[in-house]
């Protein structure tokens, strides 16, 4: 059933292309591009994320309480799932599902890459600093909470 399912996104695919115009076939192709280097990467940071993680519970006996041994680990990992975020965010245009420019998705990336940022903070950060990340935090919800409250809106 899952192949009659790709055939179907397939032939879709090909319909729509069909009807594109020069500027949305481009757009098309670029996005399946990006998607495959995103894959890519992907794959080769979840390759380093375990050599990593072998290296260090194996060879250097990991202590998951040490402060730099657990920002290292999360920051790849945080790394890793923004990655997989814009990779997914790309697909949905390759598959003309969505738009090119998806502004709460990317509002809600620069959440996560923020919210890594805070992982791997040292514990000396200027307190300055640690107060504009958090502003620059609430601020991207509070748009994306507006943008949502807006989309739920015009959905009704």
Known sequence: M???SDHTTLDEMRA?????TVYERFEQVIALVLSAVIAVIIVVS?????????????????????????????????????????????????LRKES????????LIAILAL??????LAPDVDPA?????????????LTYWLMRERDDRMSE
């Open 2 to 4: 899952h192949k009659e």
């Open 100 to 107: 090119i420019i998806q502004v709460k998705t990317v509002i």
């Open 46 to 94: 979840l390759f380093q994320l375990i050599a990593i993680v072998f290296t260090l519970l194996v060879l250097d006996a990991f202590n998951p309480l040490d402060h730099k041994v657990f920002q290292k680990v999360f920051g790849m990992i945080m790394t890793l799932l923004i990655a997989m975020e814009f990779k997914h965010s790309i697909v949905r245009v390759a």
């Open 115 to 120: 919210a890594r940022k805070f992982i791997i």
């Open 16 to 20: 729509q292309w069909r009807l594109m």
């Open 129 to 141: 600093k640690l107060a504009a990340l958090a502003g620059t935090i609430l601020a991207l919800g």
